[in-house]
């Protein structure tokens, strides 16, 4: 089974999970706002693919942050800009059992066929 993380109305993840529709893949949609985010989680996540790669630099919730924060995150402040604002994670977050994977660009969509194939 594989779990998509996520906030519902993103156009990313919208576009993410009519993919896995039309592959036909079983999945289970975890909503960051809805359903919330475990710290301890997020510190997983953070420990296998970096706070680096999570952290959503390009949207707007980021782009609010005044200069001193963006000019100095670091990986502990970076866990909890996430906590504190979900949509800073970034997405879709796929998680396949032992693995995730994060983003949905076309090399992302043909690693993660791979991986669901295997």
């Known amino acids: 089974m594989i779990t998509v993380y996520g906030i519902k109305n993103c156009d990313t993840i ?6 896995l529709d039309e592959k036909g893949v079983n999945y289970c ?8 985010i475990e ?11 970096g706070w680096e790669v999570l952290l959503n630099r390009r949207g ?16 502990e402040q970076a866990v909890r800009l996430m906590i504190e604002q979900p949509a800073m994670i970034k997405r879709p977050l796929f998680v396949l059992g032992t693995e995730s994977r994060v983003g949905f660009s076309k090399k992302d969509q043909e690693e993660l066929e791979a991986l669901l194939s295997a």
Do not use: M
């Open 39 to 49: 710290e301890g989680w997020l510190r997983d996540r953070v420990k296998e693919l």
């Open 14 to 19: 919208k576009k993410a999970l009519k993919w």
């Open 60 to 75: 707007t919730t980021w782009r609010k942050l005044p200069d001193d924060i963006k000019n100095s995150v670091d990986g």
């Open 29 to 36: 949609f975890h909503d960051y706002r809805k359903d919330g």
